[in-house]
């Protein structure tokens, strides 16, 4: 299930990373707010404007 | 006749100043069949109940789960149901919220000493699939991330989220549960009719809806229970009234039945709220068997031209039918209290009624008589072999019987909704059936009891601020022990500052995470968890609830109870039949002993079991069928025989209707009313006991009496 992807903690099985440093990921979610991910089973929506989350 | 009606009008005005005196209070009547018998916990089961009274699911089923929600959108759109969780407003809401928020597993492993998991993993959060879903200054290890995302399985355990909707697969089928919750019984008929249309149509192939919970059981038996209702009481109504006419062969009864009944009803209320300001409503249902008390009144009254003429068999019936039901009136159980005295009270008010009605129109004395009257001298032995030998193979069903305290035998839902619940209580992960009720002073207090009991629950979802609290001092250990070398690895900086708040189980103001509140918490203080079936507490605000457990309990307390009370029933019968008939109360008695035997064999032959319900009918039987004895020895003529005919005919008419119920109660009692009337008035008859004559003229009947008494003297 999606959640088990998500929630690595405490397994070993950590997913491999999508983005490599945390620039890239804030370059990814840039200028979305209604950013939506779909994993296998989750709608995933991020809660409120994300811009100046990394600042 | 002048007393009966002085005491009369005493006693309608005494009820209608106690029930003025209820109304002026506001009239209650108990409603919750949990309310019938005090049990260790029926305050909190009854809590229960009450709180998922108006809630029910859609269960959709299917092979494609994007098919099931755009069916499950399209339910939402038709019926207005609006079960879907707006996880995005959830998480707007939460995100000033979120500081002592973190998952169940985060929270272990921290409490555990694993700081450097946690970091691994909030690493691969951060670089992972899944973004962050709340600002990262102040949670740079998006711990409210992790949170978010378990709540989607804590809001419905062992299923997830997927557009709003909690979904689960099974093999090669996908589940679908919509919540609904504050359903009207209109709305949850409405939605079982359109879900069986669709299931019954082409569109099943892509989805089945299944409808489960307390709302869609209630909906149902209650639009069945009407439409039987006016079904049968039109056919009983139309019953008795030609049965009437045929006995008088005019309409001019009709007066005299309808006042009779009204005044023993408004007698039997009055009394009944005078001494139990919130009477039970099985009580009016068990006090249905007044009309065929009263009808019996009024019929040999009548027939008789004037109850002066029958005073005697009169007088003895009342008496020996208040017998019946006075041992109810020391029942430990309040039911059975109310029912004794709705009953009792109602009899005198007919009795009295039946007195002081002054006979008048043609029909008065003349019961109309039998097309072919019997010849002159004929003997019944046909009659006693034929009835003798039923009475047996009757009895010999006993060994037949079976008593049954279960639900199922009080309860059974139809097919469609059997389907539904067999299917939810498959995929239910916590099965059992039980509930752990947790009674804290404040919401906030349970939620900090259910969080020591180890339940996951509400504080599954929302943590108590107590453990919020916790949860902040861990999370300051683990930036303290992995903040640096995190801070290195993502290149987050560590805040100095958390602006963020609590969040607060009793100031939640999201539409969602409210519904889930109410869901666990429906009176806002305490809290109902479904709990596993081995789960147990020594804190005594923690109380295991097993409803179906309780109901057996209930009904077993309810039949024990019923059983005793029986046997003093019949005791005090028998004193009073001696005292009235001496030597021969055998004969009364046996007629009794024996219709009893009778229907408790038949219930054995038609597999029927026998619960508390049918139990009580045991008491209507005896005070009924007592009633056709003492008519048919008071004047052994062909009239009377008719009268008391008609009188059985008619409360067949009216109980044995009964039986053609859909609800296993009322069929139960209605099948055991009709063998037990049946049998009652079989034994009422000489023949019998012995060989006798029967005649037609009153000369003979006097002889054939003399016959009879010289030989119950053994001459």
Redo the contacts between chains.
Sequence with gaps: ???S??????NNN??????????E?EE??RGST??I?R?M????????N?T???? | MKTARIVLVVLIALAGAALAWRVCEGLHVETDVLALVETEHSGSLMELAAGRARQGQLLLEGGDEEQLVKVANVLSEQFKLNTAVDFQKTLRYLAPRTRGLVSAETRELLRAGKFKDVANASAARLFGPVPPLFSVKDDPFLLATDYAMSMQSNLAPGWSLKDGYPVCERGDRHFLLMQCGDLSLEKAEEIMQGAERINGSFAAGFAKIWCCGPVFHTARSTSSAKREINLLSVISVVLVALLGWMLFSSWRFVPQLLVTVGVAFFVAIGALFAFFPCPHVITFVFGVTLIGLAVDYVYHSRSAGGAGKVLKPLTQSLATSLACFAPLLFADISAMRQMALFTMAGLAGAYLCALAWRPNGGDVGRVSRPARPRARGTRAPTFAIGAGLLVIAAMCGICRVKVSFEPSAFYSPGKFLAEGEKRLFELNPMGGGKFACIKGKTLQESLEIEEAAGLRGLSAVIPSLRRQSENVALVEKLKEREGNAYTELTGLKMPQEDTRGFLDVANVEDESLKKVVRSFSPRGKEIVVPCPDEFQSADPRVVVLDPRQAAKKMFARLFISAGKLFYISLAALAVLLIVFFRKKFLDYMSGVGGAVLCTMGMLGWLGIPLTCFTLLCFFVMAGLGLDYVIFHRSKPAPETRRTVLYSFLSSLAGFGMLAFTEFPVTRGMGVTLAFGLFFAYLYSFDEFFRRRRVTSSPEAGKQGRTKNSNASRGE
């Design positions: 299930m999606g959640r992807v998500i929630t690595g903690v405490g950590i997913p491999q990373p999508i983005v490599n440093s945390v620039h990921r990814q979610l209604n950013f991910i994993d089973h989750n709608t995933i929506t991020i809660a409120g994300h100046d989350w990394f600042k």
